[in-house]
């Protein structure tokens, strides 16, 4: 595990530990935990509670890019963790993430609710392609 005084990084578990169309929870640091999401072979980490009645998300339901409150029906986008339907007052904490070659899931989720964004979905590294074009 690598912390500071802003943010915990750690593996939580390793890519084959999650099937494609698959959601857990994972324990991160001393006392937080993450929602470790798997879709179309891109891995996310949100918040693991619903924002309008803390509801686990762990038990919605996963559709294309959105993952749907058990409770009220709140919509989420798991990429970015944006509300896409109510009742959730807020967006989900969405976390950095990063997939080891030997495809360790690494999260950093902040020490005091920070959260850290990120433009890309984690993808496991992958052997680099040579592309030869033809001049005329």
């Given amino acids: 595990?690598?912390?500071?005084?802003?943010?915990?990084?750690?593996?939580?578990?390793?890519?084959?530990?999650?099937?494609?169309?698959?959601?857990?929870?994972?324990?991160?640091?001393?006392?937080?935990?993450?929602?470790?999401?798997?879709?179309?072979?891109?891995?996310?980490?949100?918040?693991?509670?619903?924002?309008?009645?803390?509801?686990?998300?762990?038990?919605?339901?996963?559709?294309?890019?959105?993952?749907?409150?058990p409770w009220h029906g709140a919509c989420f986008n798991i990429k970015t963790g944006d509300i896409e339907d109510f009742p959730g007052f807020d967006s989900l904490p969405c976390y950095q993430v990063t997939i080891s070659k030997k495809g360790d899931v690494k999260c950093r989720i902040g020490r005091r609710g920070g959260v850290y964004r990120r433009a890309q979905p984690a993808r496991a590294p992958t052997t680099p392609t040579l592309r030869l074009t033809a001049e005329t």
């Fill in 1 to 69: 595990m690598e912390s500071n005084e802003n943010y915990v990084e750690q593996v939580v578990c390793n890519q084959n530990d999650l099937n494609d169309n698959e959601m857990k929870v994972f324990d991160i640091g001393e006392d937080q935990k993450v929602l470790v999401v798997k879709q179309k072979g891109e891995i996310n980490a949100i918040g693991t509670k619903c924002t309008h009645y803390g509801a686990p998300l762990a038990n919605g339901a996963l559709s294309d890019g959105r993952i749907r409150c």
